[in-house]
């Protein structure tokens, strides 16, 4: 069998192969709590995960990608406009805690710039304009995460917000892994050895990404159990962003007119959350563990079965404009 026959099958099962991980991982992390030693796995293989995936993406495509005005105001508009007013329209029902409250807007302020590259490929959309706009996305949220704190809590919230796990991530999530896509890239245009290389490679990103999956999950539920009851109270607010997020990034596109991939790009990261970028920034706010931890790692979980959702539904998608 070829490798597009190989690749073509694995995308075809991929809803499968996700959910098997999930529940793997959730049936062990019950079974031993000792699981969260996996957590300085997570790094490293949302890295490699992005690097296979941004192997699929025409690299040197990317400047005109983000030259795509439309688009990014689109994207812009979604997550930093429309997203902080769906949370405006949730404020009432979050936790009275303060503490709770700055987890729960952590997560919910603050748009995705690693994996959501690899669900919006897996759910056809545009991946190439949102790669190249990841750049965008992190720095917008670290000039405006403060600003939206210090707007729905007080003006002492931006304190709390460290500037250097969003650094980590730019360097090690995204531009290690693309600058090593792009050299692999380079050499796969020069011969056939680096074309066998990179076709290979095209292979993995379906068995990455359950490798995540599994890896996030295990590590992350047993720190559920110490704040069951918190968690209870704040998974009805991320089921309904989950689900009214991609419906207002595709209503968003379709204000800019937008292509319908590129349509899709938008309501994946409009419904795509940085809670893994977060969670150090949660966890080294005084007096947060184990609530903030558990409120950030329960979106975490709402979100990868999510995810799932959309890759399934989204490229349904198909009625906006072109």
């Known amino acids: 069998m070829s490798l597009a026959k190989y690749r073509e099958r694995l995308e075809s099962w991929q ?14 992390a019950w079974q031993l709590p000792g699981t969260v030693a996996l957590a300085p796995a997570i790094d490293p293989l949302l ?3 992005l ?51 700055i987890g729960v807007l952590l997560v919910l302020l603050t748009p995705c710039i690693d994996y959501v590259v690899t669900f919006a490929h897996l759910g056809r959309a545009d991946a190439r304009p949102l790669l190249a706009s990841t750049p965008v996305l992190l720095i917008g949220q670290m000039l405006l995460l403060p600003i939206f704190l210090g707007w729905l809590l007080d003006h002492t919230a931006a304190d709390l917000v460290k ?21 692999c890239q380079a050499w796969a245009s020069r011969g056939r050895p680096g074309q066998d290389i990179v076709n290979m490679l095209g292979l993995l990103p379906v068995p990455a990404t359950a490798a995540v999956l599994f890896v996030v999950v295990a590590a992350t539920t047993p720190q559920l159990g110490h704040a069951l009851g918190v968690v209870r109270t704040v998974v009805p607010i991320y089921v309904v ?16 007119r937008l292509p319908t991939a590129q349509g899709r790009a938008v309501a994946f990261s409009a419904a795509t ?15 947060a563990v184990p609530l903030i931890p558990a409120v950030i790692v329960a979106q975490t979980l709402v979100e990868l079965i999510s995810e799932l959702v959309y890759v399934k539904l989204l490229p349904r998608m198909g009625a906006g404009p072109r």
Request: aromatic residues 14%; contains cysteine.
């Open 273 to 287: 959350r940085n809670s893994l970028v977060v969670l150090p920034l949660g966890m080294a706010i005084p007096g």
């Open 163 to 183: 500037w250097e796990p969003f650094m980590h991530a730019f360097i090690w999530l995204i531009a290690v892994p693309l600058v090593l896509a792009a050299a």
């Open 15 to 28: 809803i499968f192969v996700y959910f098997a991980a999930v529940i793997v991982a959730l049936c062990l």
């Open 47 to 49: 890295a490699f995960m």
């Open 241 to 256: 962003f989950a689900i009214t997020g991609p419906l207002l990034g595709w209503y968003v596109a379709r204000a800019w």
């Open 51 to 101: 690097f296979v995936t941004f192997l699929q993406v025409p690299l040197t495509e990317l400047r005109e990608a983000l030259s795509n005005v439309r688009f990014l105001g689109a994207l812009l508009t979604a997550n930093f406009i429309a997203v902080p007013l769906l949370v405006v329209v949730l404020l009432p029902w979050l936790p009275a805690d303060p503490l709770l409250r």
